[in-house]
Every structure is written in structure tokens, then in C-alpha cells.
């Protein structure tokens, strides 16, 4: 690797670690002064609140890797041009697709981070984030959720299992019911469905086994007050950040298998998939902007000023081009949601249009 490049990339590194954890810094202390008021009348230590604050950092991290990377490469690559470095490597002979090949290497393990960060530090430090939340609000609600099962303790001290929970219908599927005395399991009770129904579940197709009497009893209906309402599970439960893509996948196949599609997971899976990319594009963009990949393009645009004012309009084009991405992906993601477009393609729409474009200004870049 030539030392311009070593250079380029150093200062490149150094001001993406500023932006990135700087800003996103800023974004978790708003967070927990927006938290304050629900956090306070605990009084909760503040190695918790400082915790707090550091967990949340990567989920702001994950959205601001892309502007932190395209306003990085612009300020790099401008810096350069103003010194007329660009120029006395041309002067030299350079090749600039070929100074510029590092970039592209990076941008791609840019794409790995933000796909690694999403599927296995934010799991985590959501589901941490969840339990020092308990652990400030002092409450514990003992409730687990893997793939769609969850797992609780009801009101009457029984261990409740339920093999598929469908939060949009407030219906449980394959509920088993465990009692125990002070020895062993003394009851169980199995239901096909439960439907809640205001102020308590309703199990149907109940079967019933007395363990210590040896009896098994089969009723059509049963109202069981113990369970806690779907609200629990709703509020600090369903929370898609907490699974990674092959959970989603196979909580989607339970679904399915179930009877039931959820439009918004399938566009939730897609999605993990197409953000990340982000990334990359953003980087070749700020690239191309830096360095005349726009320069057919401003010359259309404005032929007397493009090469005196190009890196200003290199800037805010570069800026204008981060929100209407942001917008883009938002509009397409709603719209598959609401079924208006299939789920599956909603999140690749603007990735795929903003590939096209990256692309295509990278290889204007003049050599």
C-alpha cells in the first residue's frame, strides 16, 4: 500500500471514530435525559444510569455510521484538493481508481460491521438495556421471549409456557400451564388457543391432568384470571431489536406455520439485510463527490462555476443526497408495511437505486 493511501485512510478512520462515537455520545445522554423522568424517582445509582447510557450507544451508532461516513470522505478527499494533492498525484502518473482501491475495501467491511452490529451487538445490548431498565424501575416481570415462545410466571405462583404468542390478535397458541405444591408438579394444564378478553384469558380445547389424583379432564373452555394481560408483553417484550435475522426467520416460519403472516416482519428480515449497504454507497459517493465524479453533472447544472465552486456544491449535494436516502428508505419501508409493495422487495428499492448511482459517479472520477 502506497503512504498516500496510508495517509488517507488515517485521517479518514480518525474523523469517522470522532463523528461516530461523538455524535452518537450526544444522541445516548439526550436519551437518558429523555428517560429522566421515568428513571429519577427511583433514585438509581449512577454506575446504572452511566450503564444506561453506554448500551444504548451502539443502537445510534448503527444509524450514523452512513452520514459519518459520507461527511468523512468528503472532508478528506476536499482537504486533499485544496492542497493540490490530488493534482501532484496525477502529475505523477497516478491512477486514481487504483490510489482510490483501499476506499472501496473499506467501505465494504464498513457494510460487515454495520450487518455484525446489527445482528449480534444490538441483540444484545438491547436485551441488557431491557434488564437495567428492571433493574432502575426495580420491577421484575419474569417474562422470556425466544422465537416466539415465551415464558412466565403467573400470578398464582405457575409456570406458564406458550408455545406461539400473536401480539396483533392478543391470541396464544399451545398454552401449557405448570402448578406445582411443595414437592413436585401437582397440575398441568394444556390449552389450543387462549384469547384474552379484557380483564382475563380464556383457554379453549382444555385438557387437564391431575398428576397427584392420576385423573385427566378435557373441557371445552376454561378461564384462567392468572395470567398477566398482553400489555406485559407488548410494553417490554416484543421487541424485534432483541433477535438477530435467523430468530426472525424462524419465529416468521412458526407464524406461517401457524396460519398467520406478518407483513411487517417480513420487511423487518428484508431490511437487515439492505441497510447495511448504506454503508458502502455512502462512502462512494463521498468519494465521487470529492474528487469529480459530479463534474458532467455540475457542468450541465452550472458551466461557468463547476470547477470554482465544486467542492461546495460537492458538500451539500453529498448532504442533500444522505436525507433523500433517509426519506426514501422510510417511504419504501411504510409502504411494505402496508402491503402497498411486496414486503420482501420495500427495503431494496433504494439501496439498489442508490447503487446504481454510486456506481455510476465512481466511474466518472476523471484519472
Same mark, same amino acid.
Given at each position: 500500500?502506497?503512504?498516500?493511501?496510508?495517509?488517507?485512510?488515517?485521517?479518514?478512520?480518525?474523523?469517522?471514530?470522532?463523528?461516530?462515537?461523538?455524535?452518537?455520545?450526544?444522541?445516548?445522554?439526550?436519551?437518558?435525559?429523555?428517560?429522566?423522568?421515568?428513571?429519577?424517582?427511583?433514585?438509581?445509582?449512577?454506575?446504572?444510569?452511566?450503564?444506561?447510557?453506554?448500551?444504548?450507544?451502539?443502537?445510534?451508532?448503527?444509524?450514523?455510521?452512513?452520514?459519518?461516513?459520507?461527511?468523512?470522505?468528503?472532508?478528506?478527499?476536499?482537504?486533499?484538493?485544496?492542497?493540490?494533492?490530488?493534482?501532484?498525484?496525477?502529475?505523477?502518473?497516478?491512477?486514481?481508481?487504483?490510489?482510490?482501491?483501499?476506499?472501496?475495501?473499506?467501505?465494504?467491511?464498513?457494510?460487515?460491521?454495520?450487518?455484525?452490529?446489527?445482528?449480534?451487538?444490538?441483540?444484545?445490548?438491547?436485551?441488557?438495556?431491557?434488564?437495567?431498565?428492571?433493574?432502575?424501575?426495580?420491577?421484575?416481570?419474569?417474562?422470556?421471549?425466544?422465537?416466539?415462545?415465551?415464558?412466565?410466571?403467573?400470578?398464582?405462583?405457575?409456570?406458564?409456557?406458550?408455545?406461539?404468542?400473536?401480539?396483533?390478535?392478543?391470541?396464544?397458541?399451545?398454552?401449557?400451564?405448570?402448578?406445582?405444591?411443595?414437592?413436585?408438579?401437582?397440575?398441568?394444564?394444556?390449552?389450543?388457543?387462549?384469547?384474552?378478553?379484557?380483564?382475563?384469558?380464556?383457554?379453549?380445547?382444555?385438557?387437564?391432568?391431575?398428576?397427584?389424583?392420576?385423573?385427566?379432564?378435557?373441557?371445552?373452555?376454561?378461564?384462567?384470571?392468572?395470567?398477566?394481560?398482553?400489555?406485559?408483553?407488548?410494553?417490554?417484550?416484543?421487541?424485534?431489536?432483541?433477535?438477530?435475522?435467523?430468530?426472525?426467520?424462524?419465529?416468521?416460519?412458526?407464524?406461517?406455520?401457524?396460519?398467520?403472516?406478518?407483513?411487517?416482519?417480513?420487511?423487518?428480515?428484508?431490511?437487515?439485510?439492505?441497510?447495511?449497504? *448504506?454503508?458502502?454507497?455512502? +462512502?462512494? @459517493?463521498? =468519494? $465521487? &463527490?470529492?474528487?469529480?465524479?459530479?463534474?458532467?453533472? !455540475?457542468?450541465? #447544472?452550472?458551466?461557468?462555476?463547476?470547477?470554482?465552486?465544486?467542492? *461546495?456544491?460537492?458538500?451539500? +449535494?453529498? @448532504?442533500? =443526497? $444522505? &436525507?433523500?436516502?433517509?426519506?426514501?428508505?422510510?417511504? !419504501?419501508?411504510? #409502504?411494505?408495511?402496508?402491503?402497498?409493495?411486496?414486503?420482501?422487495?420495500?427495503?431494496?428499492?433504494?439501496?439498489?437505486?442508490?447503487?446504481? &448511482?454510486?456506481?455510476?459517479?465512481?466511474?466518472?472520477?476523471?484519472?
Amino acid at each position: 500500500m502506497l503512504i498516500v493511501q496510508k495517509l488517507y485512510l488515517k485521517d479518514f478512520l480518525r474523523s469517522l471514530a470522532l463523528l461516530c462515537i461523538g455524535i452518537s455520545l450526544v444522541f445516548s445522554i439526550i436519551g437518558l435525559i429523555d428517560k429522566v423522568d421515568d428513571f429519577m424517582p427511583h433514585r438509581p445509582p449512577a454506575g446504572l444510569l452511566l450503564l444506561y447510557t453506554v448500551l444504548t450507544i451502539p443502537k445510534y451508532l448503527q444509524y450514523l455510521i452512513a452520514m459519518a461516513t459520507l461527511l468523512s470522505s468528503l472532508f478528506v478527499f476536499s482537504q486533499a484538493i485544496k492542497r493540490k494533492e490530488i493534482v501532484a498525484i496525477k502529475a505523477a502518473s497516478g491512477r486514481m481508481k487504483s490510489i482510490l482501491m483501499p476506499f472501496v475495501s473499506l467501505g465494504v467491511l464498513l457494510t460487515l460491521t454495520g450487518f455484525l452490529l446489527g445482528e449480534v451487538v444490538i441483540p444484545a445490548t438491547s436485551k441488557k438495556i431491557r434488564e437495567v431498565k428492571g433493574r432502575i424501575t426495580k420491577s421484575k416481570k419474569g417474562v422470556t421471549f425466544k422465537e416466539g415462545t415465551l415464558y412466565m410466571r403467573a400470578r398464582d405462583g405457575s409456570i406458564v409456557r406458550i408455545g406461539l404468542y400473536l401480539p396483533d390478535l392478543n391470541l396464544s397458541k399451545e398454552v401449557s400451564i405448570f402448578k406445582f405444591d411443595a414437592e413436585a408438579l401437582k397440575e398441568r394444564i394444556n390449552a389450543e388457543t387462549a384469547l384474552w378478553e379484557g380483564n382475563s384469558w380464556k383457554l379453549r380445547k382444555v385438557t387437564v391432568y391431575d398428576i397427584a389424583e392420576g385423573k385427566t379432564t378435557s373441557l371445552p373452555e376454561l378461564v384462567y384470571p392468572h395470567i398477566e394481560s398482553p400489555k406485559i408483553f407488548q410494553e417490554d417484550l416484543w421487541e424485534v431489536s432483541e433477535m438477530n435475522i435467523v430468530e426472525l426467520v424462524q419465529y416468521q416460519n412458526r407464524l406461517n406455520e401457524a396460519g398467520f403472516k406478518n407483513v411487517k416482519l417480513t420487511v423487518d428480515i428484508s431490511s437487515r439485510l439492505s441497510y447495511p449497504l *448504506i454503508n458502502l454507497f455512502m +462512502l462512494l @459517493l463521498g =468519494i $465521487s &463527490l470529492s474528487m469529480g465524479g459530479e463534474q458532467q453533472m !455540475f457542468q450541465k #447544472l452550472l458551466p461557468q462555476k463547476s470547477q470554482t465552486h465544486g467542492g *461546495i456544491i460537492a458538500a451539500g +449535494l453529498g @448532504l442533500f =443526497i $444522505s &436525507l433523500v436516502y433517509w426519506f426514501g428508505y422510510s417511504l !419504501f419501508l411504510s #409502504l411494505g408495511y402496508a402491503g402497498a409493495i411486496p414486503p420482501f422487495l420495500a427495503p431494496w428499492i433504494i439501496p439498489f437505486v442508490f447503487a446504481g &448511482l454510486s456506481v455510476y459517479l465512481y466511474r466518472q472520477i476523471p484519472e
